[in-house]
């Protein structure tokens, strides 16, 4: 999509942001005709929209360039468009506690652009199962019931395809199907694999340094089985 119909789509709409706060100062300086951006924030504490906003966006230097173009009315730009939503991916309903905020975005969002991801190459296993499998699951099913949705937008990384080289075509996955062709990932299987696992290490009073580094091995061992 060029950028001149990208901006033509955006416009009037509303869109729900995980994990790219990039595509939301790029939205809103591309487009400030966007209806409205609804960024999902993991808060280090609880908070009001309004106290997320403020203090996880305004003040980022990312926005420098739109701050100086509207001078004094880039604060009150950005509470009329933007919404942080304090929430997790790796709960259901996104981990939004507000039901009146979550009923008003189900009835208002058009767009869902999901990236947020755990990009450590060395995540303990139980951490990337719940950020990066279990998150997207959570994140469609939202986007499910959201009554106006026209379109699901999943960014992952650059190292998701090791199995490929060259040109990859964008095309549907069909659940259990892996990268390297064979259709053997039971996303089942493997959590109640870490359940167990974590369930055995809590059983053995391991401290949390032990806990961390025997899930990362454990991922390790997945890759085995996939």
């Known amino acids: 999509m060029v950028l001149g119909s990208l901006k033509h789509f955006l416009k009037g709409k ?14 809103l300086r591309v487009q400030p005709d966007v209806k409205k951006l609804y960024l999902l924030l993991r808060a280090s504490k609880p908070c009001s929209a309004t106290e997320c906003t403020q203090n996880e966006i305004m003040g980022k230097d990312l926005f420098r360039v739109l701050r100086d173009e509207l001078g004094n009315d880039f604060g009150s730009f950005i509470l009329e468009k933007v919404i942080a939503v304090a929430g997790d991916i790796s709960l259901e309903n996104l981990g939004i506690k507000d039901a009146n905020l979550r009923k008003d975005m189900l009835e208002e969002i058009d767009i869902v652009l999901h990236s947020a991801a755990s990009t450590n190459f060395d995540e303990r296993f139980d ?3 719940r950020t990066n499998t279990i998150g997207p699951f959570h994140v469609l099913n939202f986007a499910k019931n959201c009554t106006k949705v026209v379109i699901l937008l999943h960014v992952s990384t650059a190292y998701v395809r090791k199995e490929s080289e060259g040109l990859i075509s964008e095309e549907p996955f069909q659940m259990g199907k ?10 089942d299987f493997e959590k109640k694999l870490v359940e167990k696992k974590l369930q055995e290490l809590k059983t053995q009073n391991s401290k949390e340094e032990t806990i961390i580094s025997e899930m990362r091995s454990f991922g390790l061992e997945s890759l085995k089985r996939t």
């Open 178 to 187: 892996t990268l390297n062709g064979f259709s053997k990932l039971d996303i």
């Open 14 to 27: 509303t869109t729900l942001v995980t994990g790219a706060t990039v595509f939301v100062e790029k939205v």
């Open 127 to 129: 951490v990337a199962m």
